[in-house]
């Protein structure tokens, strides 16, 4: 597996207004989108943080599975990167999703939190 960085945070709280306030007026992220339920902000370098809030589909894994923000790791290969956690004993949690960018997946570490790896969608 060749990880290539840190490139996003989720962030599940019943706080979504506040969390997202405080990122967009108070940090000082960019708001890239908004929908029912979530909003994603950007950083200079291009990271992002997505904030979900009650009844997004995502709240609902991260406040079953997470114990606090989950981060993504960006990986080249992601189909390899889910046969090396299956072969070393890592509890994959819920289906894979995909956008019309990125494909992903969530994963429980030994230390019990939750973690996302994706990989980009070629064009």
């Keep these: 597996m060749r990880v290539l960085c840190i490139r996003w945070l989720g962030v599940a709280t019943s706080e979504h207004e506040q969390m997202v306030r405080l ?9 890239e989108f908004e929908e029912p339920g979530t909003a994603e902000l950007s950083l200079p370098s291009g990271d992002r943080v997505q904030v979900f809030g009650p009844g997004h589909p995502t709240f609902d894994i991260f406040d079953e599975h997470a114990t606090g923000p989950v981060a993504l ?25 995909r956008d019309r960018a990125w494909e992903w997946l969530n994963f429980r570490a030994p230390d019990g939190n939750l973690y996302e790896l994706a990989s980009r969608v070629a064009p």
Excluded at 23 to 31: A, Q, S, T
Excluded at 73 to 83: H, I, T
Excluded at 92 to 97: A, D, H, K, S, T
């Design 23 to 31: 990122f967009r007026d108070v940090m000082g992220l960019r708001l």
């Design 73 to 97: 790791f960006e990986v080249d290969d992601l189909s390899a990167a889910r046969a090396e956690l299956t072969a070393a004993g890592i509890e994959l949690v819920g289906e894979p999703g």
